[in-house]
């Protein structure tokens, strides 16, 4: 028995030792049938060569780069207007600054006057004149159109425009003789409408005033508008805008000053009655701007409720197309790129190459729990890639790792992988005899029991 024993204890330590009962994979040079392999121990320079080669990563779709939210709410429109002026008790002084004399001359006629024509008792010659001698003493009204002239039956379009009422009478002369008629009639001008001042501000009714044959002055035209109304007479001035530039009367020298009011205005003159502080304008306009504010609120409040209901459908179509991508992943049915592990590593398995970005060696060796030192050998890590060259027959460069010092470890973090790389890792020695021995230990306990009953 102790014979068999020893016979069984010999054959499983050379079973062993030669690897017949247990063979472990392990990187090999290049044999006879097998693909060409060429072993490149990884350095700081042969990671710079292996990273020569380019890889684009896939690109997430752009559904996971968009947002839902987004522009301004406007909040900070929604302050409150600022507070309306109140003055303090020093009073201001204001400047008079008269505008310069003005000398209107004649009225010359301009578009838009309307000239009245009256014509005597009828004659043989005038009744020719249509519209113009259709009873006694008739009187008929022209304007003048936009290009000077007004039209007369009969007689045609005379030009008018930029005349006196004494040069457009001989202007009519004219144009009646030439026309074979009785040139008997008198003009007036019944409409002035061509030269006009305009008055606003603090007066009873903002007015146009027109400038007829006789010149217009500061008062007339004011008095025309109801006069002026104003709570506070020191704080009052009376401005006249004319060719670009504003004068200032003080309502308090207008009112001490007589001859003020007597100041010519052209046409085009705009006058405005300002009043320096009005609280009861004030307050007025304060109040409207809070009423307009309050409106804002309410309509941005009813914009905010809408945008948040298409932001949240917008939130949900963008979820549910990013839910129908991942989902698509999950069945394999995207397409995807990556590296493999095998050997001596927590678990056997493909490493999904990451979107937008690469990954390293040191990703894919710790991303699914590394390696077991105990049973994989540090100093024998490979990353297996295929050539791309046809014309290599299926060559394969083993980029080979020895982590057996840990600072070697820092080159994988520079190593960048490259869809369908294998990394592989060989087991250490002793782990193939403990396998091995594993393997072969049921066949020596029976040839041990079968000694035994012997």
Known sequence: MKRSLTAALATLVLVAGCG???????VRKSAAGDA?????????????IANRETYTPKSLPAVFYQATGGGSSGAGALGLPAQPFVPNEQRQSLNLRLPPPADPGPYTIGVGDVLLLATPSASSTLEELSGLLAAQNQRQGYTVRDDGTISIPDVGSVQ???LTLEEAEAQLFEALVNANFNPSFSLEIAEFN??????GGAVTQTAIIPISLTSLD???????????????????SIRIYRDGTLYQIPYEDYLRQPDLRNTTLVAGDAVYVDTTYDLERALRFYQQQIDVISLRRDAQAAALSQLSTEIGLRRAALNEQRSNFQARETLGAEDRDYVYLAGEVDREARFPMPYNQQASLADVLYENGG???TTGNPSEIYVLRAS??????????????????????TLATQFLMHPNDVVFI????ITTWNRALAQALPSLVNRVSAAATD
């Open 218 to 236: 500061l008062g007339s035209a004011l008095a025309a508008a109801g006069g002026v109304t104003v709570p506070d007479e020191e704080f009052a």
């Open 160 to 162: 008018v425009s930029g």
């Open 371 to 373: 390696f077991d030192t």
């Open 20 to 26: 017949i009962s247990y063979i472990s994979p392990e």
């Open 388 to 409: 791309g060259n046809p014309a290599e027959f299926g060559a394969v460069t083993a980029w080979h790792l020895n982590a057996k010092n840990a600072v070697n470890l």
């Open 194 to 199: 061509s030269k006009r001042v305009a008055v």
């Open 426 to 429: 060989e087991a250490q020695p």
């Open 36 to 48: 060409a392999v060429r072993e490149v121990l990884l350095t700081p320079q042969t990671v710079l």
